[in-house]
């Protein structure tokens, strides 16, 4: 077969034919064939996090020592999680600019349960993740029965959810959590193990290496081309290798947080989720073209439901692991930058404004992206003032690269 690709053949099965066909060299060509038509994937927040974090090193070499990233993956989670349930509803093309506030109110709802009211501690976590999915709920029945615009309904819920979390806090605006109690150890101080966070990484390997495999079992059985097993066992191998690398590193300092483990396993059910089921394939077409699905037998109006529950009960977890990592629930959680936070990190990560286009993953990278920032300015001691100013630029550099991608697709679409 010529190595060379022909101009008669649409980019999208150019693509299929030289990763499934041609082993890594193809899989290479295939990403370039991908660029071309503008789908960049993950390469802009990839080269972006580099750039930032050579930068930083370079003013401060403590950026990478292997303490300061441990902590950077604990600041990581409690957000990021919040931003994995906003990648949700902007794949449906909405938004919701309440996660913050609901974020606090789980928290609130933890700590006064727990420690005022004497529950324990798992009925008063299941009590604030119960409360995020109604809210959710809510939001969904305003949009599907009431054509009420999710930037309303979300900013309206901010302000109610807002005003519930200072009525329950009272006269004292905070509850102290129980410092050695579990939930606040997982928080702060529980780390993986070191074999076992090297077992894990061989797990995620050999999971990919079978993923991959029965994937490409099932394309042949239907008479597709399919990668080879050669290619299968180099990207498993190299996965292995590179997260071993980084779990070596992590463990020459504290170690992995279990916290941030939560948190990359709920973005790899997430992107299961989003990838490999007719849910995922539906928020995908929804998103896409609402009517479109609509008409293709998809019921759209549940697939709203989802993705607005989904979120706001990540929010609300992601609320209950904040609490955990400050030990208080208090008037400021979920507050100040919390809800742009999220939101930036699902965007910068990739996950695209204009519904359709996203992945579990973005808001994995985006919330690194904006942790990175905040960590290396505190480190050269320079003002929150511009980590704000930072922060909104790569946002919105974010934003414009999204929208030039988009139109290189319609116009590859076409032509």
């Known amino acids: ?11 999208d099965q150019q693509d299929v034919r030289l990763k499934h066909e041609q082993g890594l060299a193809g899989t290479i060509r295939a990403f370039w064939v991908r660029v071309r038509t503008g789908d960049l994937g993950s390469l802009p927040v990839v080269v972006g996090l580099v750039i930032i974090c ?3 090193q370079y003013l401060n070499p403590v950026f990478l020592s292997s303490n300061n990233l441990v902590n950077l993956l604990f600041d990581c989670s409690t957000v990021g999680i919040i931003a994995l349930g906003v990648v949700c509803v902007l794949m449906v093309g909405e938004i919701d600019l309440s996660v913050g506030s609901v974020s606090g109110l789980a928290s609130t709802i933890t700590g006064v349960l727990w420690v005022s009211n004497g529950w324990p501690v798992a009925a008063a976590i299941l009590a604030a ?29 901010l302000l109610a959810a807002l005003g519930m979390q200072l009525y329950l806090l009272g006269n004292t605006g905070s509850i102290n959590l129980p410092y050695g109690s579990p939930l606040v150890n997982f928080g702060q101080m529980l780390l993986i193990p070191d074999p076992l966070s090297y077992a894990l990484v061989l797990l995620v390997g050999v999971g990919m290496f ?8 099932r394309r042949r059985n239907a008479g597709l081309s399919a990668p080879s097993l050669s290619n299968l066992l180099l990207k498993a191998a190299i996965t292995i290798i590179g997260l071993g690398a980084i779990v070596f590193y992590l463990n020459q300092g504290r170690g992995v947080p279990w916290m941030f483990a939560l948190f990359v396993a709920l973005v790899v059910l997430m992107n299961y989720a989003l990838t490999r089921t007719s849910w995922g394939r539906a928020m ?12 293709s037998g998809i019921n759209v109006r549940f697939i709203y439901i989802t993705a607005f529950v989904a979120c706001s009960t990540l929010a609300a977890a992601g609320g209950i692991l904040a609490a955990a990592r400050l030990a208080s629930s208090s008037q400021q959680a979920g507050t100040g930058d919390v809800n742009l936070n999220a939101i930036a990190a699902a965007v910068i990560g990739g996950t695209s404004l204009f519904g359709g286009r996203g992945s579990a993953f973005s808001a994995l990278l985006g919330i690194i992206v904006i942790q990175s ?3 290396g300015l505190t480190l050269i001691d320079l003002s929150s003032s511009l980590r704000y100013m930072i922060t909104g630029a790569v946002l919105a550099i974010a934003v414009i690269v999204d929208s030039l991608a988009r139109r290189s697709r319609m116009s590859h679409g076409r032509a």
């Open 210 to 217: 079978l993923t991959g495999y029965r994937s490409a079992q």
């Open 284 to 295: 995908h077409a929804v998103g896409g073209n609402r009517e479109a699905a609509r008409r």
């Open 1 to 11: 077969m010529s190595n060379r690709i022909s101009t008669n053949v649409p980019l």
């Open 373 to 375: 920032i905040a960590s």
């Open 54 to 56: 050579s930068i930083f």
């Open 129 to 157: 993740l119960l409360t995020g999915s109604v809210i959710g709920l809510l939001y969904a029945l305003l949009y599907n029965y009431f054509s009420m615009p999710s930037f309303v309904s979300s900013l309206a819920g």
